[in-house]
């Protein structure tokens, strides 16, 4: 097993984070802050000594694969935190590279947000010019992504112009599933085993909540940007569970005092064809919900079939076409790149056939290894490089057909080391995609599993997690509801 080694600092997590874009999905050991001597077998190892009383050694060595590389700098005593983080990467980047015989895409960014990241640059570094240069010089970032970045940040721009001062998004999380698919790495509940007891409590508790955000809200003087509700998958409720649902954020949430909605986006993913009806889908559009998600992953019957997605393609197509038939004037469909027994001709063939259908956005993710290793195993997976072509064909055919990219996120332990990202027709960006992934809004979650984001306050960003698992979140209701009730949600 290999071995984190990390002596005269704490940048630890860092060096794993950075280890895990060469060997995603491996446990590591550890060996930080006992000695400086290195430990015997494979390793990746920062050994920061002091040399005066204002400046420090840095010595990173990598050994892996019988390879052995050094490398030795010099620092200021006063490069700490995530400068020295940086200092570590740079030497340790390039070394990884040499014994891999790889270089990645987002280089040696391990964050998630590199379009936040890209918009700090820009300010720090005087435009964006320079910003997409710090990316490709000192980050390692390739000139593809740096522009994928720099093309999403100017995408965004009028979302960011256009909202609201002193406004919050809401989520509301139903996390529960009909079933569950075999990658998921959410906590969904398989609803089944909960109907007759769980849900229906849960959605009691959900209807108390929804009141207390609606008094906090007020108390505050807030105003709702956006209304998200997602899971799981809401819409494995039924259609009078969730007509009461729509029901109580209409009359809590909702209605402004003039009886105007004001808000910009409300969004409620129907992720799995299999829950979706006419009745249902009813419910949605007399609620004024304006953008749903009908999620493909797929449009290989085999590949769902592998991953535990009890639907065909064609029950996809046949719910987004009743959707459209219906109103629904804004439907996005999410993709997977890298599912076990997909392969190039299938996911491109997933691709056109999404394009043909014309959904207003297409979300394009890659599959996250970091669940069910099993499955994985005991499957055939498409290579690195495969995965990375099916984002590529993505990206070129969704250009070449009026989509662009909007927004984008990375996962730890993703497939092929690239990027989720969300592709538009003009004018279909979601706003609260954006923000969300900016943090640039509070959030309020409401419900388990949800967390709720407060932005701008003096701790920055404060997150706010209330549980994972629904029958936690009802045992615990009343201690999570009175910390709640004294949240201090911050103004820009
Ligand atoms: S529908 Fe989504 S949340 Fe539900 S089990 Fe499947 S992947 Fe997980």
Same mark, same amino acid.
């Given at each position: 097993?290999?071995?984190?080694?990390?002596?005269?600092?704490?940048?630890?997590?860092?060096?794993?984070?950075?280890?895990?874009?060469?060997?995603?999905?491996?446990?590591?050991?550890?060996?930080?802050?006992?000695?400086?001597?290195?430990?015997?077998?494979?390793?990746?190892?920062?050994?920061?000594?002091?040399?005066?009383?204002?400046?420090?050694?840095?010595?990173?060595?990598?050994?892996?694969?019988?390879?052995?590389?050094?490398? *030795?700098?010099?620092?200021?005593?006063?490069?700490?935190?995530?400068?020295?983080?940086?200092?570590?990467?740079?030497?340790?980047?390039?070394?990884?590279?040499?014994?891999?015989?790889?270089?990645?895409?987002?280089?040696?960014?391990?964050?998630?947000?590199?379009?936040?990241?890209?918009?700090?640059?820009?300010?720090?570094?005087?435009?964006?010019?320079?910003?997409?240069?710090?990316?490709?010089?000192?980050?390692?970032?390739?000139?593809?992504?740096?522009?994928?970045?720099?093309?999403?940040?100017?995408?965004?721009?009028?979302?960011?112009?256009?909202?609201?001062?002193?406004?919050?998004?809401?989520?509301? *999380?139903?996390?529960?599933?009909?079933?569950?698919?075999?990658?998921?790495?959410?906590?969904?509940?398989?609803?089944?085993?909960?109907?007759?007891?769980?849900?229906?409590?849960?959605?009691?508790?959900?209807?108390?909540?929804?009141?207390?955000?609606?008094?906090?809200?007020?108390?505050?003087?807030?105003?709702?940007?956006?209304?998200?509700?997602?899971?799981?998958?809401?819409?494995?409720?039924?259609?009078?569970?969730?007509?009461?649902?729509?029901?109580?954020?209409?009359?809590?949430?909702?209605?402004?005092?003039?009886?105007?909605?004001?808000?910009?986006?409300?969004?409620?993913?129907?992720?799995?064809?299999?829950?979706?009806?006419?009745?249902?889908?009813?419910?949605?559009?007399?609620?004024?919900?304006?953008?749903?998600?009908?999620?493909?992953?797929?449009?290989?019957?085999?590949?769902?079939?592998?991953?535990?997605?009890?639907?065909?393609?064609?029950?996809?197509?046949?719910?987004?076409?009743?959707?459209?038939?219906?109103?629904?004037?804004?439907?996005?469909?999410?993709?997977?790149?890298?599912?076990?027994?997909?392969?190039?001709?299938?996911?491109?063939?997933?691709?056109?056939?999404?394009?043909?259908?014309?959904?207003?956005?297409?979300?394009?993710?890659?599959?996250?290894?970091?669940?069910?290793?099993?499955?994985?195993?005991?499957?055939?997976?498409?290579?690195?490089?495969?995965?990375?072509?099916?984002?590529?064909?993505?990206?070129?055919?969704?250009?070449?057909?009026?989509?662009?990219?909007?927004?984008?996120?990375?996962?730890?332990?993703?497939?092929?080391?690239?990027?989720?990202?969300?592709?538009?027709?003009?004018?279909?960006?979601?706003?609260?995609?954006?923000?969300?992934?900016?943090?640039?809004?509070?959030?309020?979650?409401?419900?388990?599993?949800?967390?709720?984001?407060?932005?701008?306050?003096?701790?920055?960003?404060?997150?706010?997690?209330?549980?994972?698992?629904?029958?936690?979140?009802?045992?615990?209701?009343?201690?999570?509801?009175?910390?709640?009730?004294?949240?201090?949600?911050?103004?820009?």
């Amino acid at each position: 097993m290999m071995t984190i080694h990390a002596f005269g600092h704490t940048r630890s997590y860092e060096m794993e984070a950075l280890l895990k874009l060469f060997i995603p999905a491996t446990q590591f050991s550890f060996s930080i802050g006992e000695t400086p001597e290195l430990p015997d077998g494979e390793y990746l190892s920062a050994v920061l000594e002091q040399v005066s009383d204002d400046t420090n050694r840095l010595t990173c060595r990598t050994a892996w694969n019988g390879q052995t590389h050094t490398q *030795s700098a010099l620092l200021s005593a006063a490069v700490q935190g995530n400068d020295l983080d940086r200092e570590i990467s740079a030497q340790l980047y390039p070394q990884l590279c040499e014994i891999s015989g790889q270089t990645l895409p987002w280089g040696m960014l391990t964050g998630i947000r590199p379009v936040n990241l890209l918009r700090r640059f820009t300010v720090r570094d005087g435009g964006l010019q320079n910003a997409m240069d710090t990316f490709r010089r000192v980050w390692h970032v390739s000139d593809q992504k740096t522009k994928l970045a720099a093309r999403i940040l100017q995408v965004q721009q009028p979302i960011f112009d256009a909202t609201p001062p002193d406004a919050v998004s809401i989520y509301v *999380s139903i996390p529960f599933c009909p079933t569950r698919c075999r990658y998921c790495s959410f906590v969904s509940n398989s609803v089944s085993r909960m109907k007759q007891t769980i849900l229906p409590q849960y959605l009691e508790k959900l209807r108390d909540e929804i009141i207390l955000v609606s008094e906090l809200i007020a108390a505050q003087n807030l105003t709702i940007d956006t209304l998200y509700i997602g899971g799981g998958t809401p819409t494995v409720l039924d259609a009078a569970q969730l007509a009461d649902l729509m029901g109580w954020l209409d009359t809590y949430i909702l209605s402004a005092p003039d009886g105007k909605r004001r808000i910009r986006e409300y969004t409620v993913e129907a992720g799995r064809p299999d829950t979706i009806t006419r009745e249902k889908l009813q419910v949605l559009l007399d609620s004024g919900v304006t953008r749903i998600s009908v999620n493909p992953q797929s449009f290989q019957d085999n590949v769902l079939e592998a991953a535990g997605r009890p639907h065909t393609a064609q029950d996809t197509v046949d719910q987004f076409l009743l959707a459209k038939e219906m109103g629904f004037r804004n439907i996005n469909m999410d993709f997977i790149a890298g599912l076990p027994c997909d392969t190039i001709e299938g996911f491109r063939e997933s691709i056109d056939r999404a394009i043909a259908l014309s959904p207003e956005s297409i979300t394009v993710h890659c599959l996250s290894l970091k669940k069910a290793a099993d499955f994985y195993a005991s499957l055939p997976m498409p290579s690195a490089q495969t995965v990375n072509d099916m984002v590529e064909y993505a990206q070129r055919m969704l250009l070449e057909n009026g989509y662009a990219p909007y927004y984008l996120y990375r996962q730890k332990n993703m497939a092929a080391n690239l990027e989720n990202v969300g592709y538009a027709k003009p004018g279909f960006e979601s706003p609260y995609n954006i923000l969300m992934m900016d943090d640039s809004q509070s959030i309020l979650g409401i419900g388990s599993g949800a967390s709720t984001k407060l932005i701008g306050g003096q701790r920055g960003i404060e997150r706010v997690t209330e549980c994972k698992y629904p029958d936690e979140y009802l045992r615990r209701y009343d201690e999570l509801m009175a910390k709640k009730r004294s949240l201090v949600i911050p103004k820009h």
